[in-house]
């Protein structure tokens, strides 16, 4: 059954940096497209980061220049290291796929705060 577990968060001061992990079972993660989306309260959840298959990136507007996203399909691993962190970066963070999503799992807690 494919599953998608994240990790890495945790509470960092404004500049600060992370890296999060998004392990994937299943046989989809290496032909496929990858996200790293985020969620606040009462919000849905904002795609941020994208990778394809054959590594093309894009970001949205907000974490340009500050996040990088990348895969490493031999561990079956989605990354995205979080640099010059804002308190507005503060949210759940998650990973899925691009296309055919699947049901959201716990997410990983980014918490930006002196």
């Known amino acids: 059954q494919e599953q998608l577990v994240e990790s890495g968060g945790g509470l960092v001061q404004p500049g600060g940096s992370l890296r999060l992990s998004c392990a994937a079972t299943?046989?989809?993660?290496?032909?496929?497209?990858m996200g790293w989306y985020r969620q606040t309260p009462g919000r849905r959840h904002d795609l941020v980061a994208t990778?394809?298959?054959?590594?093309?990136?894009s970001y949205a507007d907000s974490v340009k220049g500050r996040f990088t996203i990348s895969r490493d399909d031999a561990k079956n691993t989605l990354y995205l290291q979080l640099s010059s962190l804002k308190p507005e970066d503060t949210a759940v963070y998650y990973c899925?796929?691009?296309?055919?999503?699947?049901?959201w799992g716990q997410g990983t807690q980014v918490t930006v705060s002196s």
């Open positions: 299943g046989s989809r993660f290496r032909t496929n497209a």
């Open positions: 990778i394809t298959h054959s590594g093309d990136t």
């Open positions: 899925n796929y691009i296309s055919k999503i699947l049901p």
